[in-house]
């Protein structure tokens, strides 16, 4: 008798929903028939891509009968409390790593699942690995000896805590670093050795996030199990990618490299005492090599389907839905839990800053103000007086210091009525809210149709003034001779790349919306901005290998559009108390005065850290973009692919020299001229680095 197909339901539609979609997908005996997300917008547009139906509540899923398990994908802090909503109504569940807050909370769910008779599995993905099945292996044959120590690094940058979002649950509370990233290294460690004897804890490289709180960015964790040493790291800070399992036995040693799913062993030789050492590096020399082309054989095969972060959750899946689920079952995971409430329990975490109160009455709002800019926006709209409602996805905003005059309300942008009574009281709405879209239907549906909404619920509201911010991206920037203003228009905007464009058609409907129907408008097109809290990974000046790389968009030796975000903020403001600022647009580019390889030059000299900087030749990189085009369309089906075009390509590396006469004319915008002092704003090293 063939075995029924079991029906999957997904609780979440977020990033990590599309890679437990594409496991699921892979994974023999299943089928994906369900999405559950507050944000109807946001689960349809994955169920579309997988044939799934939408809920947007659990009871909801759950009454419908539409699956018989479910992957919960929430923020940790409500994954109890449904894990045990859908335990008892029949449900397996799997839910994503941390499982719960605490190992009393996982128990909980473990005895739920006991009683109900259902099944119960985390999310502990890296345990699905192909390498580390094959490490697991090495261990229980003895083909390592005795195993003495083992060493398991995490030492990955963390951007949310240089650049946000802070709202996320991840950046509230300092333990939630550890309850979020502890479960991947604590789970090898009990995996291999069972449960875990906490020694110590060590904390240190403190960043100060705004509003003065403050996160510990590495820990370092001494625990034994049984006879084996284990030492486990985090590292936060801007270094390269480690993250690995070495273990040390008495017949050899074994490292494995989980981001890129290799294993690489080596023993003692019996080679004479001169030959020896040779014989060693050869040997690792071969196991590299052998690794490295194992792996490209692999993507290439696949076209790169089955990267290492995607083979793990297919390793996942195969094992939870295939009978060997035990590595992910409820007693190894209390066990990861009690191991991480341990060393919790060892260390003294920085105290939360005091609470502000106060009662805001907001008359600006910032619809995006969790954001990079918005933060430095909503920051200077209250050191000018202004109260400000900030609208985000969540209730949580980094503003701890300022609640008093900052209102952070949960509104879904494909909610026009809500977003229409979130307005009320409101003179100013600035609009800095992007989607990250990778079809011209997902842009046209989620930011071309979500400015729309919020330009029609500003005409509803009766609001004074919109500010929708651009991109200079929109653009054609591919000419080193051009000069661009205000009244340059934006060309074959078509054949440009899917963010641009986007842009570009945001602004068009807005401006018939102004001129149809009188919205209030303004619109800004930034420049590259720096400085601030915002990263130093910035894509608008080349692309980006890690946190310390970057092949630059050309030879990075033309002057580049920076502006600092003080300045930027200030050039907002202004579109506000400005009354000849309403229908106009204007380019927010500082003064010409920094190539990108200067600011890299600047970098090294100021703060010590000599990047590695390249040229990119822009041509090559369009002919490997169609290489990837034609892949896509032609080998994997994807017919929503797009293409830019070579000036498209040309463009990224801002090669035309921008006339911002206007924004200084008008809006009297004065941006900072002094290199040095430009440098100084713009180099903070605690933007910058986390130290």
């Known amino acids: 008798m063939k075995t029924p197909t079991l029906r999957i339901g997904l609780i979440g539609a977020g990033y990590i929903a599309s890679w437990h979609a594409e496991a699921l997908k892979a994974t023999p005996g299943v089928e994906l028939r369900a999405i559950c997300d507050r944000s109807h917008s946001a689960a349809e547009a994955l169920a579309a891509a997988h044939g799934a139906q939408v809920f947007t509540s659990v009871e909801e899923m759950i009454a419908a009968r539409a699956c018989d398990a479910v992957h919960i994908l929430t923020p940790p802090d409500l994954h109890k409390a449904l894990a045990i909503q859908c335990l008892e109504a029949g449900l397996d569940v799997l839910v994503e790593k941390p499982v719960a807050l605490s190992a009393s909370d996982t128990r909980a769910i473990a005895e739920t699942a006991e009683k109900t008779g259902k099944r119960f599995s985390a999310g502990h993905n890296f345990l699905g690995l ?70 110590s804890v060590v904390t240190g490289q403190s960043v100060t996030l705004p509003g003065g709180d403050s996160r510990d960015q590495s820990w370092r964790i001494l625990a034994r199990a049984g006879n084996v040493d284990v030492t486990i790291t985090l590292s936060m800070v801007e270094t390269m990618d480690e ?36 014989g060693k590096a050869l040997a690792g020399a071969g196991a590299h090599l052998r690794e490295g082309l194992r792996n490209a054989v692999t993507q290439a095969a696949s076209l790169n389907r089955k990267s290492p972060y995607g083979q793990s959750f297919r390793g996942m899946a195969h094992a939870i839905y295939g009978g060997d689920a035990g590595p992910f079952g409820g007693d190894a995971v209390v066990r990861v839990m009690q191991a991480i409430d341990d060393s919790l329990a060892k260390v003294s975490l920085p105290p939360a800053p005091a609470v502000v109160t106060g009662i ?47 209102e952070t309300v949960p509104v879904s942008l494909s909610d026009r009525a809500g977003i229409a009574a979130a307005m009320d009281g409101i003179d100013t709405v600035y609009n800095l809210a992007k989607s990250m879209d990778t079809t011209w239907d997902a842009a046209l549906r989620n930011d071309v149709g979500t400015a729309l909404r919020i330009g029609e619920a500003a005409l509803e509201a009766g609001v004074r003034r919109l500010v929708y911010t651009g991109t200079i991206a929109s653009y054609d920037m591919s000419d080193p ?11 074959d905007i078509e054949n440009r790349n899917l963010y641009a464009r986007s842009k570009a058609e945001c602004e068009r409907q807005l401006s018939a919306l102004h001129r149809e129907k009188g919205l209030p408008l303004v619109i800004a097109r930034p420049g590259i901005v720096v400085g601030g809290d915002g990263p130093l990974q910035h894509w608008g000046i080349g692309r980006w290998h890690g946190a310390g790389a970057v092949k630059l968009w050309g030879n990075g030796r033309n002057i580049l559009p920076f ?73 994997l089906g994807r017919k929503s692919a797009l293409r830019a075009s070579l000036a498209d390509w040309r463009s990224r590396g801002h090669f035309a020299r921008f006339d911002t006469s206007l924004p200084k004319q008008v809006l009297g915008w004065s941006p900072e001229a002094d290199r040095e002092a430009f440098l100084d704003r713009a180099l903070d090293s605690r933007a910058l680095f986390g130290i």
């Open 130 to 199: 192909p390498s580390y099945g094959r490490l697991k292996r090495a261990v229980t044959d003895g083909q390592l000896g005795r195993i003495a120590e083992a060493r398991i690094t995490w030492c990955l940058p963390l951007a949310p805590l240089r650049s946000g979002p802070y709202g996320l649950w991840l950046m509230r509370a300092p333990q939630n670093l550890l309850l979020e990233l502890g479960p991947h290294p604590f789970s090898f460690a009990v995996d291999l050795f069972g449960p875990l004897d906490i020694l």
């Open 243 to 278: 993250r690995s399992v070495t273990l040390r036995g008495s017949s050899g040693i074994a490292r494995l490299d989980y981001a890129a799913d290799t294993l690489v062993t080596q023993g003692d030789n019996t080679a004479e005492l001169v030959l020896n050492p040779l």
């Open 360 to 406: 805001p009455r907001p008359s600006v709002m910032v619809i995006g103000g969790t954001g990079y800019i918005g933060r430095n926006l909503t920051r200077a709209l209250v050191a000018k007086g202004h109260d400000v409602r900030v609208l985000s996805r969540g209730a949580h905003g980094p503003f701890p210091d300022i609640a008093n005059h900052v």
């Open 481 to 491: 001779k051009g000069v661009i203003t205000e009244a340059t228009g934006f060309g």
């Open 563 to 635: 502006v600092l975000a003080d300045d930027l903020s200030q050039g907002l403001i202004a579109m506000m108390e400005t009354g000849a600022a309403l229908g106009q647009s204007f380019n927010l580019t500082g003064e010409p005065m920094l190539t990108g390889r200067d600011y890299f030059d600047a970098i090294h000299a100021r703060l010590g850290a000599r990047l590695r900087v390249r040229s990119g030749n822009l041509t090559a990189m369009w002919m490997a973009d169609a290489v990837k085009y034609g892949l896509k369309r032609h080998a």
